[in-house]
């Protein structure tokens, strides 16, 4: 009932809303990214009304209810068929079997037997059709068939009944038998629909009729009691195999149900991943990337995701006076700056369809025509260019200081992709990168500075003057560049809304004999740059942030969009008809691995409907006990299988009530159903008794009933005589149960029975029906072996009906005057009805049940490939960002361009460690594949760099980035880490010295890759420490960076270093000297924006053996993934994939320093990696 659906449903999604996701700190981060817990089942509701935090849609109870009262009636309409297939049969039965019917009798059974093809036909009536008319009236026509279908087989019984002229109620309780039973069975009908209406009507009709049309019979009111017995117990089966379908079907809606919201938590933190993931790396990288990971690669370099391009305008632009404002405004102060900044450059982008590259300090590049290309990219990087000219006339009003943008444009080829294992950045590297970023340095305030290559892409959609830039900058002039200032823009921007809006003024303009085409230009540029002020005002209109009312409105989107789904995922879909590809004519699947699953699979409670055996043979005592002979021998007969199958019953639904018996015996039952063979074998030893049980009745008992206690031999022959029969038993061939057994055993027999007269042999083949149900609906049988077990036991009955008790069935074809057509092939010939028509149900009951089994496995599927998406997109999210900003950002869906995200930390230790000297190793000839080989070659030293951070030692230190080739990377930045206020130096301070650890490691590394690669590469390194800002620039392309004086310090001591020597401040140097570093005094270093600055270069350690500690009683790390740093002696036990890095652990720092030094006095200094690499000049 409906009622009956609500509260199971509400139930099942209370019980699995008992568990409920929480949050967790984010944890420290380990040598890989962490596992992140996977949603389960326990974390989905079922019930109530709206969205939970998780994510996961809460559907209200009555749009539940409607949605499963939809699903259920579709999943049974595919049984409809096989009720007008078991009426048809009996409509044939009507036809062929009484010979003696009358005409009108029999043009009746015709019409009826029309009417049941007619109602075929109106099945297929707007099936498969796409046209929304044909597919209402299919809907329509569904609802109606089955109820025109039941009121057409109970018309077709009436009629039977009423024109037959003479009838008995135990001639069609066959059919009475089994249409009562696939009323619940086959009819889409909800079952407060069938229990008060049809079921009753069904019973009453089938009971009731038969006794009103009756021939006079002194056994009449026994027959009716055993009619009902019999009628009901079908109606019982019919009920329990109902409510078992419709606990299937719920168990499986609520099943999908769960794993479609699971699956769409799975998409929306997919799909945030995803964004987050398209935000930093172009589509076609990160589905490159997303297919590689976890594969394993034989080749002999790491793989490199790179591409060249050719045709692309490179744009940077730098805040020109920005280094002054710094030094009176806090790090955090700064950072909210640029971010509100740079939010409006990347809006600027998008409109421009420009490409950000990177964000270094206050300087900004991106680039456009790559990766996909189009033929204005120089055209679009020039109205970007103007537009942030514009927008900095922000910070001039924020900062209330003359600042100022230098924009810088060069046109040419790059190689755009990823370097390195960890944090990948999307970079572009090529000499023509470097021109452009000369063009910006050689560039003006407030202009946008573009070399000839970039003014040949133009169109003459500006107007430019010469800007001699070749003469401010050498690089320019060895390449040959002539260099040019925009002035003017003569064919303004138009996006594609915008050239809507440009053709109707056009128009207009053209239908006005005072329109001119500079008045539209004019006018047109006015709105342009009206568009860009909108563009860059938007700082608090688009702050992601959604009114009460526009959240309601989204939630009400979201409960629609799950609701349709579920309807996509459950109603619509016809699993019946998609089975048929999957299985073969016996209905296995044609998956080995499937059906093995299959065969071992079991639904819950699918032991009970063995319930069904154990009552028909209850109902056997009862029934025959009104009907036929009382005697002591046949309820021996009947009752003796009463012990094994209630013993093999109770064994197999012990696991169904576990609350309620023993441990230990339930326990046994899940052992005994756990074995298929086993419980398979128990399902057909409990049908072969059944079904025996009949026949060993009919064969030991019920035709010893000839004897003179009940039917003397005179009478006996009289009726035969009336036959127009001699009959002769000696004579006559007719060998029956006597001529075989014993004449001792025989007269045993014949004193046993009573002496009353009841001789009604057709209820024992009417039983038989009821036999022939309870086995159709055993669960633990296939379709094929019920369906011999059918067939089997419906032909030993007829074999016994026909010629065995054919002496018995004369005498009550006597009792029915004598009908042409004998008693026992009626009563045969409807057993076989019964067989055909439970033999095609037992079959759809298969087909039903590996259906919803089909339908388990596909929304596990499902959900494993959304699962796996997500893992991937979540490894590649926290290989682009550290894992506490990823889990921000991806909980934080409705973030703005403009949401800040930033943490101070007090004590950070910041590396910079470059390799001068690459740039020279560096060339764009074709030996090098345009300079493919030589990032190739990169790649793998920085990708070597990265794997050091995966030993356990190194846990601390995070990269933030590299510039070129030069890598950055910080250690302190731990939200773990909690320090005592008195704890000492060498405590607060011990992840400094792991960093100079790591940049030693970093050294030998090189060192490793040179001997194998015969180069001779070195590093210039630079430590800073102190306070530092860390946090995200552009929330909606994230960049995660630190800024802050501590590193522009860094980056100052290694840019002012040298080659193969570590440079520190006085600060850092007394710092590490208490770890037992030893340094050699440099002497004063001027440092830009700080004046003179006393420098050091790290020599080596005095103490060899000590190692850099954390001593427990003054840190304390929190989580799981808290570890003590360990010493580098077990970087041997460690599992490491680093094919070009040899650890040297047990080697002396010393000596490795002595190294070093040695390679530096050979190479000297190269140069500078340029003014791109100080941050917040």
Same mark, same amino acid.
């Given at each position: 009932?409906?009622?009956?659906?609500?509260?199971?449903?509400?139930?099942?999604?209370?019980?699995?809303?008992?568990?409920?996701?929480?949050?967790?700190?984010?944890?420290?981060?380990?040598?890989?990214?962490?596992?992140?817990?996977?949603?389960?089942?326990?974390?989905?509701?079922?019930?109530?009304?709206?969205?939970?935090?998780?994510?996961?849609?809460?559907?209200?109870?009555?749009?539940?209810?409607?949605?499963?009262?939809?699903?259920?009636?579709?999943?049974?309409?595919?049984?409809?068929?096989?009720?007008?297939?078991?009426?048809?049969?009996?409509?044939?039965?009507?036809?062929?079997?009484?010979?003696?019917?009358?005409?009108?009798?029999?043009?009746?059974?015709?019409?009826?037997?029309?009417?049941?093809?007619?109602?075929?036909?109106?099945?297929?009536?707007?099936?498969?059709?796409?046209?929304?008319?044909?597919?209402?009236?299919?809907?329509?026509?569904?609802?109606?068939?089955?109820?025109?279908?039941?009121?057409?087989?109970?018309?077709?019984?009436?009629?039977?009944?009423?024109?037959?002229?003479?009838?008995?109620?135990?001639?069609?309780?066959?059919?009475?038998?089994?249409?009562?039973?696939?009323?619940?069975?086959?009819?889409?009908?909800?079952?407060?629909?069938?229990?008060?209406?049809?079921?009753?009507?069904?019973?009453?009709?089938?009971?009731?009729?038969?006794?009103?049309?009756?021939?006079?019979?002194?056994?009449?009111?026994?027959?009716?009691?055993?009619?009902?017995?019999?009628?009901?117990?079908?109606?019982?089966?019919?009920?329990?195999?109902?409510?078992?379908?419709?606990?299937?079907?719920?168990?499986?809606?609520?099943?999908?149900?769960?794993?479609?919201?699971?699956?769409?938590?799975?998409?929306?933190?997919?799909?945030?991943?995803?964004?987050?993931?398209?935000?930093?790396?172009?589509?076609?990288?990160?589905?490159?990337?997303?297919?590689?990971?976890?594969?394993?690669?034989?080749?002999?370099?790491?793989?490199?995701?790179?591409?060249?391009?050719?045709?692309?305008?490179?744009?940077?632009?730098?805040?020109?006076?920005?280094?002054?404002?710094?030094?009176?405004?806090?790090?955090?102060?700064?950072?909210?700056?640029?971010?509100?900044?740079?939010?409006?450059?990347?809006?600027?982008?998008?409109?421009?369809?420009?490409?950000?590259?990177?964000?270094?300090?206050?300087?900004?590049?991106?680039?456009?025509?790559?990766?996909?290309?189009?033929?204005?990219?120089?055209?679009?990087?020039?109205?970007?260019?103007?537009?942030?000219?514009?927008?900095?006339?922000?910070?001039?009003?924020?900062?209330?200081?003359?600042?100022?943008?230098?924009?810088?444009?060069?046109?040419?080829?790059?190689?755009?992709?990823?370097?390195?294992?960890?944090?990948?950045?999307?970079?572009?590297?090529?000499?023509?990168?470097?021109?452009?970023?000369?063009?910006?340095?050689?560039?003006?305030?407030?202009?946008?500075?573009?070399?000839?290559?970039?003014?040949?892409?133009?169109?003459?959609?500006?107007?430019?003057?010469?800007?001699?830039?070749?003469?401010?900058?050498?690089?320019?002039?060895?390449?040959?560049?002539?260099?040019?200032?925009?002035?003017?823009?003569?064919?303004?921007?138009?996006?594609?809304?915008?050239?809507?809006?440009?053709?109707?003024?056009?128009?207009?303009?053209?239908?006005?004999?005072?329109?001119?085409?500079?008045?539209?230009?004019?006018?047109?540029?006015?709105?342009?740059?009206?568009?860009?002020?909108?563009?860059?005002?938007?700082?608090?209109?688009?702050?992601?942030?959604?009114?009460?009312?526009?959240?309601?409105?989204?939630?009400?989107?979201?409960?629609?969009?799950?609701?349709?789904?579920?309807?996509?995922?459950?109603?619509?879909?016809?699993?019946?008809?998609?089975?048929?590809?999957?299985?073969?004519?016996?209905?296995?699947?044609?998956?080995?691995?499937?059906?093995?699953?299959?065969?071992?699979?079991?639904?819950?409670?699918?032991?009970?409907?063995?319930?069904?055996?154990?009552? +028909?043979?209850?109902?056997? !005592? *009862? =029934?025959?006990?009104?009907?036929?002979?009382?005697?002591? $021998?046949?309820? /021996?007969? #009947? &009752?003796?299988?009463?012990?094994?199958?209630?013993?093999?019953?109770?064994?197999?639904?012990?696991?169904?009530?576990?609350?309620?018996?023993?441990?230990?015996?339930?326990?046994?039952?899940?052992?005994?159903?756990?074995?298929?063979?086993?419980?398979?074998?128990?399902?057909?030893?409990?049908?072969?008794?059944?079904?025996?049980?009949?026949?060993?009745?009919?064969?030991?008992?019920?035709?010893?009933?000839?004897?003179?206690?009940?039917?003397?031999?005179?009478?006996?022959?009289?009726?035969?005589?009336?036959?127009?029969?001699?009959?002769?038993?000696?004579?006559?061939?007719?060998?029956?149960?006597?001529?075989?057994?014993?004449?001792?055993?025989?007269?045993?027999?014949?004193?046993? +029975?009573?002496?009353?007269? !009841? *001789? =009604?042999?057709?209820?024992?083949?009417?039983?038989?029906? $009821?036999?022939? /149900?309870? #086995? &159709?609906?055993?669960?633990?049988?296939?379709?094929?072996?019920?369906?011999?077990?059918?067939?089997?036991?419906?032909?030993?009955?007829?074999?016994?009906?026909?010629?065995?008790?054919?002496?018995?069935?004369?005498?009550?074809?006597?009792?029915?005057?004598?009908?042409?057509?004998?008693?026992?092939?009626?009563?045969?010939?409807?057993?076989?009805?019964?067989?055909?028509?439970?033999?095609?149900?037992?079959?759809?009951?298969?087909?039903?049940?590996?259906?919803?089994?089909?339908?388990?496995?596909?929304?596990?599927?499902?959900?494993?490939?959304?699962?796996?998406?997500?893992?991937?997109?979540?490894?590649?999210?926290?290989?682009?960002?550290?894992?506490?900003?990823?889990?921000?950002?991806?909980?934080?869906?409705?973030?703005?361009?403009?949401?800040?995200?930033?943490?101070?930390?007090?004590?950070?230790?910041?590396?910079? &460690?470059?390799?001068?000297?690459?740039?020279?190793?560096?060339?764009?000839?074709?030996?090098?594949?345009?300079?493919?080989?030589?990032?190739?070659?990169?790649?793998?030293?920085?990708?070597?760099?990265?794997?050091?951070?995966?030993?356990?030692?190194?846990?601390?230190?995070?990269?933030?980035?590299?510039?070129?080739?030069?890598?950055?990377?910080?250690?302190?930045?731990?939200?773990?880490?909690?320090?005592?206020?008195?704890?000492?130096?060498?405590?607060?301070?011990?992840?400094?010295?792991?960093?100079?650890?790591?940049?030693?490691?970093?050294?030998?590394?090189?060192?490793?890759?040179?001997?194998?690669?015969?180069?001779?590469?070195?590093?210039?390194?630079?430590?800073?420490?102190?306070?530092?800002?860390?946090?995200?620039?552009?929330?909606?392309?994230?960049?995660?960076?630190?800024?802050?004086?501590?590193?522009?310090? &860094?980056?100052?001591?290694?840019?002012?270093?040298?080659?193969?020597?570590?440079?520190?401040?006085?600060?850092?140097?007394?710092?590490?000297?208490?770890?037992?570093?030893?340094?050699?005094?440099?002497?004063?270093?001027?440092?830009?924006?700080?004046?003179?600055?006393?420098?050091?270069?790290?020599?080596?350690?005095?103490?060899?053996?000590?190692?850099?500690?954390?001593?427990?009683?003054?840190?304390?790390?929190?989580?799981?993934?808290?570890?003590?740093?360990?010493?580098?002696?077990?970087?041997?036990?460690?599992?490491?994939?680093?094919?070009?890095?040899?650890?040297?652990?047990?080697?002396?720092?010393?000596?490795?320093?002595?190294?070093?030094?040695?390679?530096?006095?050979?190479?000297?200094?190269?140069?500078?990696?340029?003014?791109?690499?100080?941050?917040?000049?």
């Amino acid at each position: 009932m409906p009622e009956e659906k609500g509260t199971s449903l509400e139930n099942g999604g209370q019980a699995a809303a008992n568990s409920t996701p929480t949050k967790t700190k984010p944890q420290q981060r380990q040598k890989t990214p962490p596992a992140r817990r996977r949603p389960n089942d326990s974390d989905v509701v079922a019930g109530g009304v709206g969205i939970t935090g998780g994510g996961v849609v809460i559907l209200p109870q009555h749009v539940l209810n409607e949605l499963y009262h939809n699903y259920s009636i579709k999943q049974r309409r595919s049984g409809l068929k096989w009720f007008l297939f078991a009426a048809v049969l009996f409509n044939i039965w009507t036809i062929v079997i009484p010979w003696d019917q009358a005409m009108a009798t029999r043009v009746v059974n015709c019409c009826m037997l029309l009417a049941y093809l007619a109602l075929t036909a109106l099945l297929h009536i707007g099936r498969g059709s796409e046209k929304p008319t044909l597919k209402r009236l299919h809907e329509i026509l569904l609802t109606i068939i089955p109820r025109a279908l039941w009121l057409l087989s109970i018309l077709h019984f009436v009629a039977y009944v009423i024109l037959q002229p003479s009838f008995s109620p135990r001639d069609v309780l066959g059919w009475a038998i089994l249409l009562n039973f696939l009323v619940y069975v086959t009819l889409p009908l909800p079952l407060i629909f069938l229990g008060l209406s049809i079921g009753c009507c069904s019973y009453l009709i089938c009971l009731s009729l038969p006794v009103a049309y009756s021939r006079q019979d002194p056994m009449l009111s026994n027959q009716v009691a055993a009619n009902a017995v019999l009628i009901a117990t079908a109606a019982l089966i019919g009920l329990l195999y109902y409510f078992m379908g419709e606990a299937k079907q719920k168990r499986a809606f609520l099943e999908a149900k769960k794993s479609l919201e699971v699956k769409m938590v799975i998409e929306e933190q997919s799909a945030e991943q995803e964004r987050l993931l398209l935000s930093v790396l172009p589509k076609h990288v990160a589905i490159k990337m997303r297919e590689d990971l976890g594969s394993s690669s034989s080749e002999a370099f790491k793989k490199i995701y790179m591409s060249r391009h050719e045709n692309v305008s490179i744009l940077y632009a730098d805040i020109v006076g920005f280094t002054a404002i710094s030094s009176t405004y806090s790090a955090q102060d700064l950072v909210k700056m640029l971010n509100e900044l740079f939010a409006r450059f990347d809006r600027l982008a998008e409109k421009y369809q420009q490409l950000r590259i990177k964000i270094l300090g206050d300087c900004y590049y991106c680039i456009s025509g790559a990766p996909d290309e189009r033929p204005d990219h120089a055209v679009m990087c020039v109205h970007m260019g103007l537009s942030m000219v514009k927008a900095i006339k922000y910070v001039q009003q924020k900062a209330n200081s003359p600042v100022d943008m230098r924009v810088g444009i060069h046109t040419g080829a790059v190689l755009a992709g990823i370097l390195g294992q960890r944090q990948w950045q999307f970079d572009v590297y090529s000499k023509d990168v470097e021109l452009a970023n000369k063009m910006e340095s050689s560039g003006k305030a407030g202009r946008v500075h573009i070399s000839d290559k970039t003014l040949a892409f133009l169109n003459g959609e500006f107007e430019v003057e010469p800007a001699f830039g070749e003469k401010r900058e050498e690089l320019l002039r060895i390449a040959g560049l002539k260099t040019y200032f925009i002035t003017k823009v003569v064919k303004p921007f138009a996006s594609p809304c915008a050239k809507k809006i440009n053709e109707t003024q056009a128009e207009n303009l053209h239908s006005s004999p005072n329109g001119s085409t500079n008045e539209a230009i004019t006018g047109a540029d006015d709105n342009d740059g009206l568009d860009d002020e909108e563009l860059l005002a938007q700082t608090v209109v688009s702050n992601g942030h959604q009114t009460p009312g526009e959240e309601d409105e989204e939630e009400q989107v979201k409960l629609e969009n799950f609701k349709q789904r579920l309807k996509d995922e459950l109603v619509t879909r016809d699993g019946h008809e998609n089975l048929i590809k999957d299985t073969n004519v016996f209905l296995r699947f044609k998956n080995p691995q499937l059906e093995q699953s299959y065969a071992v699979y079991r639904e819950p409670y699918s032991s009970l409907p063995l319930l069904a055996a154990l009552l +028909v043979q209850c109902i056997d !005592v *009862l =029934y025959s006990y009104l009907v036929l002979p009382r005697s002591t $021998l046949h309820f /021996i007969n #009947i &009752a003796a299988p009463l012990v094994p199958i209630a013993m093999l019953v109770v064994i197999s639904i012990a696991e169904s009530f576990s609350g309620m018996l023993p441990k230990f015996f339930v326990d046994v039952s899940k052992r005994f159903n756990d074995i298929t063979f086993v419980r398979e074998l128990a399902a057909i030893i409990i049908a072969l008794t059944i079904g025996l049980s009949n026949v060993v009745d009919m064969f030991f008992f019920v035709t010893f009933v000839r004897t003179e206690h009940i039917v003397s031999e005179s009478e006996f022959n009289a009726t035969a005589g009336m036959e127009g029969v001699e009959v002769d038993v000696e004579d006559s061939g007719v060998v029956t149960a006597e001529h075989l057994l014993p004449a001792s055993f025989v007269e045993q027999m014949r004193e046993a +029975v009573p002496t009353e007269r !009841v *001789l =009604y042999p057709s209820y024992l083949s009417n039983f038989g029906v $009821l036999i022939l /149900i309870a #086995i &159709a609906v055993i669960a633990q049988l296939t379709h094929l072996t019920k369906i011999l077990l059918l067939l089997s036991i419906a032909a030993l009955h007829c074999y016994f009906n026909i010629f065995i008790m054919q002496d018995l069935y004369s005498l009550e074809d006597d009792l029915s005057h004598q009908p042409l057509i004998s008693t026992r092939y009626c009563t045969s010939g409807l057993l076989l009805v019964a067989a055909l028509a439970l033999s095609t149900l037992a079959r759809h009951m298969d087909h039903e049940d590996r259906v919803i089994f089909k339908w388990k496995t596909e929304v596990a599927e499902q959900k494993e490939t959304a699962n796996d998406m997500r893992q991937r997109n979540e490894a590649l999210v926290y290989n682009v960002l550290p894992v506490h900003v990823a889990e921000h950002f991806m909980k934080n869906t409705k973030r703005s361009h403009d949401d800040l995200y930033s943490q101070s930390y007090a004590e950070v230790g910041v590396l910079f &460690a470059s390799m001068p000297n690459f740039s020279d190793f560096y060339s764009e000839e074709t030996v090098n594949n345009q300079g493919l080989e030589c990032l190739r070659f990169l790649n793998e030293v920085i990708s070597d760099f990265d794997a050091l951070l995966e030993l356990p030692q190194f846990q601390d230190i995070i990269k933030i980035k590299t510039i070129g080739s030069t890598y950055m990377a910080a250690s302190g930045i731990n939200l773990q880490r909690n320090l005592r206020n008195d704890a000492p130096i060498i405590e607060r301070w011990s992840h400094l010295a792991v960093l100079v650890e790591f940049a030693l490691e970093l050294k030998h590394a090189l060192q490793g890759i040179n001997e194998q690669s015969f180069n001779h590469f070195v590093l210039k390194m630079g430590i800073n420490h102190g306070p530092i800002t860390a946090g995200v620039i552009g929330a909606r392309k994230p960049h995660y960076d630190i800024w802050g004086n501590t590193v522009n310090v &860094a980056s100052r001591m290694e840019s002012t270093g040298k080659a193969g020597a570590i440079q520190v401040t006085e600060e850092t140097c007394n710092i590490l000297q208490e770890f037992g570093y030893t340094f050699l005094q440099r002497g004063l270093v001027a440092v830009k924006g700080k004046g003179q600055l006393m420098t050091y270069y790290l020599q080596g350690k005095s103490q060899p053996n000590a190692e850099p500690a954390a001593p427990t009683s003054a840190i304390e790390l929190h989580g799981p993934e808290s570890t003590t740093l360990e010493s580098t002696t077990e970087l041997e036990a460690s599992d490491i994939k680093t094919p070009l890095l040899k650890v040297k652990a047990q080697e002396a720092t010393a000596e490795s320093e002595g190294i070093a030094q040695e390679s530096s006095l050979g190479n000297g200094s190269a140069g500078q990696v340029g003014e791109s690499q100080s941050l917040l000049e």
